[in-house]
T-cell receptor, first 116, second 114 residues
Framework: GENVEQHPSTLSVQEGDSAVIKCTYS??????FPWYKQELGKGPQLIID?????GEKKDQRIAVTLNKTAKHFSLHITETQPEDSAVYFC???????????????FGKGTKLSVKP | KAGVTQTPRYLIKTRGQQVTLSCSPI?????VSWYQQTPGQGLQFLFE???????NKGNFPGRFSGRQFSNSRSEMNVSTLELGDSALYLC?????????????FGPGTRLTVL
């Protein structure tokens, strides 16, 4: 089955610096790759996602890149702020349009700390 | 639009008991998935329901079950609770169509088994 590896497990940056989190997946059938942010006591919040027909996607300070050949995808956060501090999860699934939404296979998470 | 809601938010049970958790998806969403989150195993998929039918199932024992109602609300049940069932149980919903794979999570139900 699908396996998703996420690195690093913890990341500490200074406010204003960039943060990069990397994930690799094993199933070449995976076609959907979301990133979630989870704050203490809350459920995961979708922050950005990318599908396999796209190599890069950006939303303000957040960007995701996908390399299908190498089976890895990365989250880039620029100009980090203290409120970016949280646990970030990558995930992969092989959903099919009109069918099952596909079970998300999650990485183990990265605890990001942004120091003011 | 209101987000995914889950009740109760916190629950304490003892070993051997059973528990039922409830999830109301985002209005218009017809697919509901359940996940278990623990510090050791991370986020793991339990099952998915669509139009009152289980469409996908993870690798959990039969003590974990679920159902979906005609209004898309879903419940999951865990029978004969074990200490290892202590976890955050998350529900996620998605809408049909081209972005049916985009899942939105609720705040979760924190279950503690004593």
């Amino acid at each position: 089955g699908e396996n998703v590896e996420q690195h690093p497990s913890t990341l500490s940056v200074q406010e204003g610096d960039s943060a990069v989190i990397k994930c690799t997946y094993s199933d070449s059938a995976s076609n959907y790759f979301p990133w979630y942010k989870q704050e203490l006591g809350k459920g995961p919040q979708l922050i950005i996602d990318i599908r396999s027909n796209v190599g890069e996607k950006k939303d303000q300070r957040i960007a995701v890149t996908l390399n299908k050949t190498a089976k890895h995808f990365s989250l880039h956060i620029t100009e980090t702020q203290p409120e970016d501090s949280a646990v970030y999860f990558c995930a992969a699934s092989s959903a099919h349009y009109g069918g099952s939404q596909g079970n998300l296979i999650f990485g183990k998470g990265t605890k990001l700390s942004v120091k003011p | 639009k209101a987000g995914v809601t889950q009740t109760p938010r916190y629950l304490i049970k003892t070993r051997g008991q059973q528990v039922t958790l409830s999830c109301s998806p985002i209005s218009g969403h017809r697919s509901v998935s359940w996940y278990q989150q623990t510090p050791g195993q991370g986020l793991q998929f339990l099952f998915e329901y669509f139009s009152e039918t289980q469409r996908n199932k993870g690798n959990f024992p039969g003590r974990f079950s679920g159902r979906q109602f005609s209004n898309s609300r879903s419940e999951m049940n865990v029978s004969t609770l074990e200490l290892g069932d202590s976890a955050l149980y998350l529900c996620a919903s998605s809408s049909p169509g081209p972005t049916s794979d985009t899942q939105y999570f609720g705040p979760g139900t924190r279950l503690t088994v004593l």
